[in-house]
């Protein structure tokens, strides 16, 4: 893919802490999470702010007053105010579609260097009034009279009142992520035992990855407030307490007469940031840094929303590998957006599934085995938490970091997305 255009570099990321909504950052806002992750960024690459192009961020949920939470985030980063800036939102891909973005812009040459990611607060939906209710409001607003703005609510009653929440659900379907995950359990024979067992590898990698280093190094501590008197240096969600036994006695969450998707072996709704510093080749040399790798290819999937929901990693992963020239085996990390576990092991039953590689895909041969010893070897979302629109960034980062360390050459990203996307990466080293 990258052949006929300029070399894209990751040159660094970081994030801050993710946190479950509603606990430590429940009085920062998105697009204050978004800053202090852009803030470390440049304070850890040296960067001149004089020399961004570009800022582009993702996010899912958000609020009315920061629709463009791009530049909220780059005038409070200290970024230099000429400097434009745009959000994307597609949906748990969407700092993926950040850094593909600030990517595609270098590879046509109208940018060198970009600060792309991702920022979310689930503490803190947009919760709007009725329908009825901002009817009326709208009707006060113009009111000529005080009679006149009374009159307006005329009409209004309890049912009203009630508030409505941004739901988690599929327009077209009405099913919550959660019951699409339960009908992908259902419908590919994934057990209970499976999806817990899965759920407390990704806890266990996690709180190792925390202790050793390998995780922490990519956070921002961050003050909280209102007092700043704590400091957060790692992620809330990561259970040590957690076992096989007490994942096994949670009820289920979404079918609760015969289903098997429980608190335990989900994602938790998250705040959190990422920010990644995306260069041409050219000049991240020029420029004195050593990437941490390069974008190799990469691929958008989606299928119809009445089919199995998450299932867009099994459709974009063939393509993004296709266009790398390079197949499964060739990966040294695989680095899967965990939605839920249930989601992460019907993707990699289709990778391995001569009949979903025929029926689905129209190709011969099935993606390939999947060596679990090379997937989210730090953990994934289930337990590190999942800001929808920051977890792009903080997948880049992870997999960048470890093949850094391990000194391999080439990784593949996985992100299932609502709506019924998917998106795939290939990242390499030098
Ligand atoms: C599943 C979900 C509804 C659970 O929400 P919740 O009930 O607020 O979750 P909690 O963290 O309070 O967990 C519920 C209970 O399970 C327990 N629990 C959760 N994970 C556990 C674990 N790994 N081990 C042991 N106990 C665990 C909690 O301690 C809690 O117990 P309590 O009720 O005794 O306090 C919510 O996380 C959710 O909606 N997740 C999906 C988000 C989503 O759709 N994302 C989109 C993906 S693309």
Redesign the pocket.
Known sequence: MHNNHRRVAIVDGCRTPFA?AGTLFKHLTAYELGRIATVELLNRTELDPNEIDEVIFGTVIPTIKTSNIAREIALDAGIPKHVPAFSVARA?ASANQAIVSAAEAIMVGRCDTVIAGGAESLSDPPILFSPAMRQAFLKASKAKSLGEKIGAFRGIGWRDLAPEAPA?AERVTGL???ESAEKMAKENGISREEQDRF?YRS?RLAAAATDDGRLTREIVPTHVPPDFTITVKSDNGI?RD?SLE??AA?PP?FDRQYGSVT??N????TDGASALLIMSEEKAKALGYEPLGYIRSYAFAALSPWEQLLMGPAYAAPVALDRAGLTLKDMDLIEMHE?FAAQVLSNIRAFESRTFAREKLGREEPLGEVDMEKVNVCGGSIAIG?PFGATGGRLTITILNELKRRGGQFGLITV?A?GAMGFAMVVERE
């Open positions: 479950k748990c988690i919550t992520m959660g759920a806890h259970r957690t007490a994942l949670l969450v608190a335990g989900s994602s938790p709704l939605a999942h299932c609502a």
